[in-house]
C-alpha cells in the first residue's frame, strides 16, 4: 500500500508561484497514476491535474491549464505540481492522490484509492 506525503504549499500573493511535492513510500511508485486534487473552503474536492506512470500523458482541469504543471520523478519516488500566475481562487488544500493503473483518465476522486493529507495554499490578493 502506498503512503503519500505532501509538502510545500504556504500564503503568496496573487501572481505568485509555489511548487507543491509529493513524496511516495511503500509502493512501487510506476505502478500508479498519480493526480492532484484541491479542495476549497465549503466546496466538494475538484480534479486540478492527472499524469500517467512515465510521465508522458497529463492532463488539466480548465481553470488551471496554462498556469499549472504536473510532473513525476520516478527514480525519486516524487509527485509534483508548479502553480505559477496564482489567483485568490486558488486558495484550497491540495492532496496528491494515487490510482493503481498505468493510466487513468475519467479523474474520479472516488476511484483513487490513496491519498495524502493535504497541504494549504493560501492566495492573498
Known amino acids: 500500500q502506498v503512503r503519500l506525503v505532501e509538502s510545500g504549499g504556504g500564503l503568496v500573493q496573487a501572481g505568485g508561484s509555489l511548487r507543491l511535492s509529493c513524496t511516495a513510500s511503500?509502493?512501487?511508485?510506476?505502478?500508479?497514476?498519480m493526480a492532484w486534487f484541491r479542495q476549497a473552503p465549503r466546496k466538494e474536492r475538484e480534479f486540478a491535474a492527472g499524469?500517467?506512470?512515465?510521465?508522458?500523458?497529463?492532463h488539466y482541469a480548465d481553470s488551471v491549464k496554462g498556469r499549472f504543471t504536473i510532473s513525476r520523478d520516478n527514480a525519486n519516488n516524487t509527485l509534483y505540481l508548479r502553480m505559477n500566475s496564482l489567483n485568490p481562487e486558488d486558495t484550497a488544500v491540495y492532496y496528491c492522490?494515487?490510482?493503481?493503473?498505468?493510466?487513468?483518465?475519467?479523474?474520479?476522486?472516488?476511484?483513487?484509492?490513496?491519498w495524502g493529507q493535504g497541504t494549504q495554499v493560501t492566495v492573498s490578493a
Open positions: 499524469i500517467s506512470w512515465s510521465g508522458v500523458t497529463t
Open positions: 492522490a494515487a490510482v493503481p493503473r498505468p493510466y487513468y483518465s475519467d479523474y474520479v476522486a472516488d476511484d483513487y484509492p490513496y
Open positions: 511503500g509502493g512501487t511508485f510506476t505502478s500508479y497514476a
